[in-house]
């Protein structure tokens, strides 16, 4: 059974059955019930939001080597790039992608351009369009670090048990590395802003298309896990083709009780069938390709993306009724350290499209392309943002076969409102042991995920004067908006 759906109010019967119902220890349920004032306070003090807005995280779990997503093709830096690699992980200029705008090199603010990995073809015409930016050097951070600091006080400026993929995954989609995780920064997006922006709303603000994830989880507002076919319910599994027990269980469940605990398992359970009705019947008139002007890749992620379309197809006052929504979905594969690159060893050295990275990059570019096409064929382009994040980098040398975990990396943010045709941030020195290296080619950030995650949460409708409450460490960094959501 999924996970359900809160409305806007949240009943302490209910807020305390979703502890127990999402299977949360002592610890975690004692640090929701903590924080729950917390979020009310907030709440009370956000301003209203209109119109309708939708984030979407698309996480490449298992940390994505980022230095051969983007390359920097200006002789210098790529001179210095290939060296560092090495022949089994360099892309050879030729197979780049040129990042361009109106046909011309767009370079950074130190002067650098850049191509794509060679299977990004989709995500080269969308940077091309202006809809696409490139973050450069962003990660985890406690508060800004340079290597001095890095070496000299680790405690103080290092997140924890850095390097772990549990642990930078839990980092990225909390964005409070020094603190214990309790919730996602998504999930107190949406507890801050669910209560105005969707009031009579009919399925939860945070759907996840990959399962649980720490993004999405808050305090006030639950998660809810759709499959790629659309919700579980009960009529498509144990109850298949009878609908007399459906209508059994259904008035079992409607029957009152005594018992407190089995009374609000009866709730969440008799919502979470009635979300999963009201799902499929809304998003079934999407279900052809044909609905969609330019087709979706049958990919796991292509499927998952497809969904999000077709849920957001779905938004308005007739079926879901929501004016904000949070969407997660992943693809995984990106520990890469064996079979990364495969490269010809004849004098071409072209890249081979048969290595891991390749596969998985082009499964990434292709999915993304389709779902903004489809996003402007909705007419919701300017509307709904998506961001990549993964666990981290990975290491610039390789280690024979392929590279190893890393910190530092680059990503992107597509849609309409997107400044896009950009690069923020900057670029590391490509030196082992340089001034930007720890000491093995995992890139020290230079920004945050707090300042990403502000920009978003603004353009999204979040009240300035929230800011503190949803990221908490973000007052260390000297500039709270990365600006390209313009």
Request: one cysteine or more.
């Amino acid at each position: 059974m999924n996970s359900f759906a809160l409305n806007s109010f949240t009943t302490r019967r209910n807020f305390l059955s979703r502890a127990a119902f999402s299977g949360l220890g002592l610890t975690a349920a004692g640090s929701i019930i903590r924080d729950f004032g917390l979020m009310q306070s907030a709440m009370a003090a956000q301003g209203p939001v209109s119109g309708y807005k939708a984030i979407v995280c698309l996480f490449l779990a298992g940390g994505n080597d980022a230095n051969n997503w983007i390359v920097p093709t200006d002789t210098e830096t790529y001179n210095a790039y290939a060296t560092a690699r090495g022949g089994l992980l360099q892309i050879p200029s030729s197979a780049l992608l040129p990042l361009n705008v109106g046909g011309s090199p767009v370079t950074d603010a130190d002067g650098h351009t850049y191509g794509l990995h060679p299977s990004s073809t989709r995500l080269q015409t969308l940077f091309a369009e202006g809809k696409m930016a490139s973050l450069l050097n962003i990660g985890s951070l406690v508060r800004p670090t340079t290597k001095t600091q890095y070496n000299s006080n680790p405690s103080f400026y290092r997140p924890p048990q850095l390097f772990s993929h549990s642990d930078q995954v839990t980092q990225w989609q909390t964005s409070i590395p020094d603190q214990p995780p309790t919730t996602g920064w998504c999930g107190r997006v949406a507890d801050i802003i669910n209560g105005v922006a969707n009031p009579a709303g009919n399925i939860s603000m945070s759907i996840s298309l990959a399962g649980a994830n720490t993004l999405q989880v808050g305090n006030m507002v639950a998660q809810y896990q759709v499959a790629t076919t659309g919700a579980e319910t009960l009529t498509g599994s144990l109850m298949s083709g009878n609908n007399v027990r459906v209508k059994a269980m259904r008035d079992i469940m409607d029957l009152p009780n005594a018992n407190l605990q089995r009374q609000a398992y009866a709730e969440v359970l008799d919502r979470a069938i009635a979300t999963g009705d009201l799902l499929n019947t809304s998003i079934a008139n999407t279900a052809s390709d044909a609905f969609w002007t330019n087709p979706f890749p049958t990919t796991s992620i292509g499927n998952q993306m497809k969904m999000i379309a077709r849920l957001i197809e779905a938004r308005g006052p007739a079926k879901f009724n929501m004016n904000r929504q949070i969407f997660f979905c992943q693809i995984g594969g990106f520990d890469t350290h064996t079979a990364q690159v495969r490269t010809n060893t004849g004098t071409d050295n072209v890249l081979s499209n048969t290595g891991t990275h390749y596969s998985l990059l082009f499964q990434v570019s292709e999915a993304i392309f389709a779902f903004q096409r489809a996003m402007e064929q909705l007419g919701v382009s300017n509307d709904v943002t998506t961001f990549t994040a993964s666990d981290f980098s990975r290491t610039f040398p390789n280690n024979s076969q392929g590279s190893d975990h890393g910190w530092g990396s680059h990503h992107f943010v597509v849609g309409g409102a997107v400044d896009g045709g950009k690069f923020y941030g900057k670029l590391p020195t490509l030196a082992i042991n340089g001034p930007d290296d720890t000491g093995t080619g995992r890139w020290i950030p230079t920004l945050s995920v707090d300042q990403h995650a502000a920009t978003l949460a603004r353009w999204f409708g979040v009240d300035s004067s929230m800011m503190s409450t949803l990221l908490p460490n973000l007052s260390r960094f000297s500039s709270s908006d990365l600006g390209f959501m313009g």
